[in-house]
T-cell receptor
Framework: GAVVSQHPSRVICKSGTSVKIECRSLDFQATTMFWYRQFPKQSLMLMATSNEGSKATYEQGVEKDKFLINHASLTLSTLTVTSAHPEDSSFYIC????????????FGEGSWLTVV | GENVEQHPSTLSVQEGDSAVIKCTYSDSASNYFPWYKQELGKRPQLIIDIRSNVGEKKDQRIAVTLNKTAKHFSLHITETQPEDSAVYFCAASIWGAGGTSYGKLTFGQGTILTVHP
């Protein structure tokens, strides 16, 4: 089946630094990807919709200058957490829908971010 | 925007019993309702889904029912097994011919299911 890969799976960074997470569709093209954040024992909350070749659409309450999203190709979207703080520590997970259509959304493996 | 409420937050059953998890949604435009099983630190796994033109769907021990009028849908797991223990999420989405919201999922709060041997 279709595969969406995220990298890194785990990352620890210092407060004030930035960290980039990649979401890559390995065997299909994705014009749209979605970024979710999941705090421990909580649900997945949509942060933003990443659109290839255009600006991301952010959900209410999500700071676009803090969570930079770039979707420069049909197979790659990146999420950069800028000036990270301990409260940004979370599980970040992406999903992608194939540009060719179909009825399935594919999730990445997720990335654990710990800010110390 | 869409709001999905899920109950119960925790559910404990004995092996072999049935488990039912319920969700309600607010946006009448939503027409696609998937259910996911998630183990700690892993990606959500789609276990069953239903579209608004269908009232019920079954796949072996798992079934989902949908009441469009009342805007609620439920997951039914029969003959539960210890390996069914996980967190289950319902979600709602608008699935259509395209558009930026296509594939955007709004999740319920999750249900921790524990199946005791």
């Amino acid at each position: 089946g279709a595969v969406v890969s995220q990298h890194p799976s785990r990352v620890i960074c210092k407060s004030g630094t930035s960290v980039k997470i990649e979401c890559r569709s390995l065997d299909f093209q994705a014009t749209t990807m979605f970024w979710y954040r999941q705090f421990p024992k909580q649900s997945l909350m949509l942060m933003a919709t990443s659109n290839e070749g255009s600006k991301a659409t952010y959900e209410q309450g999500v700071e676009k200058d803090k969570f930079l999203i770039n979707h420069a190709s049909l197979t790659l979207s990146t999420l950069t957490v800028t000036s990270a703080h301990p409260e940004d520590s979370s599980f970040y997970i992406c999903s992608a829908r194939p540009a060719a259509g179909g009825n399935t959304i594919y999730f990445g493996e997720g990335s654990w971010l710990t800010v110390v | 925007g869409e709001n999905v409420e899920q109950h119960p937050s925790t559910l404990s059953v004995q092996e072999g019993d049935s488990a039912v998890i319920k969700c309600t949604y607010s946006d009448s435009a939503s027409n696609y309702f998937p259910w996911y099983k998630q183990e700690l630190g892993k990606r959500p796994q789609l276990i069953i889904d239903i579209r608004s033109n269908v009232g019920e769907k079954k796949d072996q021990r798992i079934a989902v029912t949908l009441n469009k009028t009342a805007k609620h849908f439920s997951l039914h797991i029969t003959e539960t097994q210890p390996e069914d223990s996980a967190v289950y999420f319902c979600a709602a989405s608008i699935w259509g011919a395209g558009g930026t919201s296509y594939g955007k999922l709004t999740f319920g709060q999750g249900t921790i299911l524990t199946v005791h041997p």
